[in-house]
C-alpha cells in the first residue's frame, strides 16, 4: 500500500503539460500559503518573570505541606526550577525562611520528577520519540525535593539559636541552599569549639561555604560548660581494610594529646594517650609528616588543628621471649619492659585462658591465692609452675575435698602454658615500676604487639597491661596516684580480638571490667577508643557505653548493622571512598557525613 503522505500518483493518460500546470498550481497555492502566515504572526515577548532568581526553588503546597510531632507524618516538598535541578543532590543542607526572622533549617531526602501535563508517557510512541532525541525535555516534568525539617533557627541575644521544628513554612517560601556556616553549625548542632574530627560533607563532597574558610569543622564537645566531654564517654572507629581507619584516629588522637582537662582537686591536667598498637604504626606519630607542605599546615593552623609529629611519644616494648622489636618505623624512644606475675594476684583471670569452667576457675584462684600466701608477692611464674608441679600438693587437695584431681590437672595444664612462660617476668623492668613513663600528661605511650607473633601473649600483654590502667583509674585506694591523676586514653587497635562476649571465664571477666570502666569513664576521666574492621564482634554491654561512632567503609552487612546509625547514614557506609566517614554522636550533633584530612597530621605510612 502506497503512503500518500510521501508520493503523487501519476495516471497513464497524464502529459507533461498537464504536469506543468499541476507544478505552477502548486506553487501558487504555497505563496497563497505564506501570505496567510504572515498575515497571521503576531509579535512575541518574553514572558519570563523580570529579576533575578535567587534560591532553588519554592515549597510547593500541591506536593503535601504539613509540619507534624510524628516525622513519618512530615510533608514538606520543594518545586526545584529547571536551571538548579543538576545542582541538587540528596543529603544537601537547605534553608526556608518564615515571614519573620527565623529560618527552617532542612535536609534533602528526596528527589523525584513529576508529571507536567496529563499524558501516559508509557507507551511505544512515548518511548520511541524519547530515543530518538539527543536531549530531555525537562518542561515535560517537575522536578520535587522532599525535605526533612531539623530545626527552626533563630536570634537571640545576637545568637544564632536552634529549636526543634514547630511551625510549617508558608507556601511558595524560596528555598535556598546552606551556604552560611553559622547556620549551618548550628542547624546540625555542631559545637564551636573542641576536638576536631573532620569536614562536613554530602555525598562524599565537602560542604563549601562564603566564608573564610570555605569548609565546615566539625568537632565533638571539649567542655564540662557544654555538658561532659565526649571523649570520657567513649569513641568507636569501624572501617575495613584500607578505608583510613588508621590515618584518621591518628588525626583524632594527635588533637586529643593537646587537651587538657580539670581534675577534682581543681589543677588542669594535658591528657595522656595509651595506644595498643598491633601493627606497629602509632609510634610513628613521634615524627612530623614529610608530605605536608606549609600551605596546608598554615590552613590546619588557621582551623585549628593540631598537627605535626608529637615530641613526648614513647614505645612501650612488651619483652616477649623469641621475639624482636627493632622500631625501624619510627624515631620514637623505646622502652622494654615485662609483665611480672605479681599481676596476678588481682587477677587471676590472666592465666585463666580461655577454657576454664566455672570450677576449674574456682580452683585456679584457690590454688593462686594459697600460693601468693605461700611464696609472697614477688613469687615469680617459674615458682608457680613448681608449685603445681608438687604431687603432694595434687594429693591433699584432692583427699580434703577442696580441689578434685581431675580438675586440678586442668587447671595446671592451662596455666602452664607456652604464653605465660614466654611473657612473664622476662629480663625488662616490670610494667608496674614504670606507670611514670606509661601514663604522662600529654603523652604518647604507643604498646606495640606487631612483633609477638603468638595471638595469645599478646592478648595477655594488651589485657596486662590495660587492666592495670582501668583499675588504678576504678580504685577508691590506687597504688599509682599517676594513673588515678591523669586524663586518660586508652586505644586499643583491633578491639574485637580482647573485647569479645564469650562464654569462657576469661572472657567474662574481661567484659565486666571494661563495661564497668566505660561506665565509669565520665566521672573517671578515663576514654576507650576502640578501633576495629569487626565492631560485630565486640561485647555489646562494651558497645552500649559508647557515644561517638566514626564508620568508614564496611563491606559486611552484619559489620554495618551492628554500629547501630540511622538508616539514612547506614545506606552510605559501603559506597564511601577513602577517607569519607560517617559520625553518630548523638550527644555532640545531628548524624552527619565527614571528610577526614587528605594528609596525615603526623607521619602515616612508609
Known sequence: MSDLGDFTEVSPGDSPDDEATTDEATTAEASRATDDATADDFDTYDVSPSGADHGLGSISVSQGLRVAEDGDDTALKAFITSDNRESVRLGKYVIVPYPDDETLFCRITALEYAQEFEADDATEIHARRAMRRDDFAERDYKFVAALDPVAVLFSEGGELKRRMT????????????????????TGLAIPADGVFLGHLAVGGETVRTAARPPTI?????????????????????????????THASKNVLRQYLDSSYPMDDGREVRTAVVQFDPQDEYAQMHDDNPSMDDDFARRLDREGVAHGGHDDTVAL??????????GATHRAEQVPFTVPFRMVRRRPWLVAGARLNDNQYQALDYLLDRFFRDYGDEATYDAFTSFLDDPGLREELDESGRIHEATFDAVRRRALGSAFARVFDRDARPVTDLVHELVRPGGLTVVPTYHVTDSRATELVVLAVSSLLVDEKLSNDPDHERIKETPLIVGMDEAHN???????VQARKVIGKFTEAAKQGRKERLGLFLITQDPQDIADSVF?????????????????????????????????????????????SEPVELTGLPTCVTRHGD
Open 166 to 185: 514547630d511551625r510549617v513554612p508558608k507556601p511558595g517560601a524560596v528555598v535556598s541552599e546552606a551556604t552560611d556556616a553559622e547556620q549551618i553549625k
Open 317 to 326: 616494648v612488651p619483652e616477649v621471649n623469641g621475639a624482636s622489636y627493632d
Open 544 to 588: 552500649k557505653q559508647v557515644n561517638t561512632k566514626l564508620v568508614l567503609n564496611l563491606g559486611d552487612e552484619d559489620a554495618i548493622s551492628s554500629v547501630n546509625i540511622p538508616s539514612t547514614l547506614e545506606d552510605k557506609v559501603p559506597y564511601m571512598e577513602k577517607g569519607q566517614m560517617v559520625v553518630y554522636s548523638p550527644d555532640n
Open 217 to 245: 569543622d566539625y568537632r565533638l564537645t571539649d567542655d564540662y560548660a557544654d555538658g561532659d566531654p565526649l571523649v570520657f564517654r567513649h569513641t568507636l572507629v569501624a572501617g575495613g581494610t584500607g578505608s583510613g581507619k
Open 498 to 504: 580482647f573485647l569479645t562476649d564469650a562464654e569462657s
